[in-house]
């Protein structure tokens, strides 16, 4: 039996983080409004309404272009897109093709074909038999991720995923948020005999996938598909297709266009992006980079430092905490990530700290008591006694929180941490 591997790449779109449409002042944030609300001449492609780019999202766009190690672009266009969909007011979708703002990246080992921006689409709603238009969504800026087809492993693509949302969320580029539909996957998936190079003369597209794990259900679904047409002897019809989870299946939808079937050419109502616009900026850290800063210069747990750069308002709210307290930046991530003293989600940081002040005003327990609280947590815990001793920082950040815990609180962290320490040294000197 002739044996095949995959060959996977990926489209990933995600909306741009913004006030306003991309090219009209309409509100960026359609989930949840009521149908057609937000709109205007512009994203509703009125006759003489004429469009004005969105200086953010084009700045975003750079951004993530430049943390993809993508080089860019001196001169970038805007393109009309031309298809007829219901969802599509204008007949055409603004868009970028032949001068996308970013080009032949690298992520996670991994070649990023291009990066460009465009509108996103309105949204067909289908019930009772009807088929309804909501144009909430349509002009709202969107950022397109195109991978070349180096992946063979659901799985690896899972990983991959999971690490550019978070680059997404951590630049404040986008929301990401899947349930919302501001992070949207595509996958083109074909199949070639083991050990051969060239890629096949086909590929099909998997649209509307919204989750990870939906994504690596439905490319294992279309692996065995495809895998089980070629040993047959039959060829893969190149076409778009969708996933039904309940069946297991995945259903043909359209034959698949190619990029001359949308007759690119340049939009003459908006001047192309120029060099002085698209070298601006600087590279912003990667994930990874953050990760290992907080580990190492803030002695942060790798724990909670995941946390910090998958949530970049705790990591704010962390500095901000730290900078009113003189408390170290990873005392502050313990309290904050506790939420010991109030959830940075639903207060402001200014509250948590007013509350951690009024705390302190507390009676705190003498010395003699927090040398028997400390005694009884070394005790408790001689793994990590052991780590700290090896040269492992975060482990001391742990018997912190073991300390304050056991003390409800009345031990000023700083004290606690200088006790921790002699301790330790005393016990490891005897």
Do not use: W
Not at 199 to 208: G, Q
Not at 356 to 367: H, I, R
């Amino acid at each position: 039996m002739t044996k095949y591997e995959p060959v996977i790449g990926l489209e990933v779109h995600t909306q741009v983080k913004t006030k306003s449409k991309m090219f009209c002042g309409c509100p960026a944030d359609p989930f949840g409004r009521e149908p057609n609300s937000s709109t205007c001449p512009v994203c509703l492609a009125l006759p003489g309404a004429l469009p004005v780019p969105n200086e953010v999202a084009v700045q975003k766009t750079i951004q993530l272009a430049r943390a993809l190690d993508c080089r860019l672009a001196e001169f970038s266009q805007f393109e009309r897109k031309n298809y007829f969909y219901p969802d599509l007011p204008k007949g055409f979708q603004i868009s970028q093709y032949a001068h996308p703002v970013g080009e032949l990246g690298k992520f996670e080992g991994i070649t990023v074909r291009r990066v460009h921006l465009e509108e996103d689409t309105g949204k067909l709603i289908h019930e009772g038999g009807e088929s309804l238009v909501d144009f909430n969504r349509s002009g709202v800026p969107l950022i397109e991720i195109v991978t070349e087809p180096e992946f063979s492993d659901p799985a690896v693509i899972t990983k991959f995923l999971k690490e550019l949302r978070t680059l997404l969320v951590h630049l404040n580029i986008s929301t990401a948020d899947m349930e919302k539909g501001s992070l949207r996957l595509e996958a083109n998936i074909s199949l070639r005999r083991m050990g051969e190079k060239g890629l096949p003369p086909y590929k099909v597209e998997l649209k509307n996938i919204n989750s990870f794990a939906f994504l690596e259900k439905a490319l294992g679904v279309e692996i065995k598909r495809q895998q089980e047409l070629l040993e047959k002897g039959e060829e893969v019809v190149q076409e778009t297709r969708g996933y039904n989870e309940k069946q297991g299946i995945t259903v043909s939808q359209r034959r698949k266009e190619e990029a001359f079937d949308y007759r690119y050419f340049p939009e003459p109502d908006l001047p192309p992006l120029t060099k002085s616009v698209l070298i601006a900026g600087e590279k912003a850290a990667t994930p990874k980079e953050m990760r290992n800063y907080y580990i190492e210069q803030e002695h942060v747990t790798p724990h909670y430092s995941d946390i910090l750069v998958r949530d970049p308002d705790i990591a704010r709210g962390t500095a901000d905490f730290s900078k009113a307290t003189q408390e170290p930046f990873s005392v502050s991530a313990n309290i904050l990530i506790n939420k010991r003293y109030g959830d940075p989600k639903k207060e402001s940081i200014d509250s948590i700290v007013s509350k951690y002040k009024e705390s302190k005003k507390k009676v705190l327990l003498t010395g003699e008591q927090i040398d028997v609280l400390t005694d009884k947590i070394l005790l408790d815990n001689p793994a990590a006694v052991a780590d700290y001793v090896q040269g492992k920082e975060n482990a001391l950040q742990f018997l912190l929180g073991q300390l304050m815990k056991e003390s409800a609180g009345k031990v000023a962290p700083k004290e606690a941490l200088d006790l921790l320490k002699k301790a330790i040294h005393a016990r490891t000197s005897a």
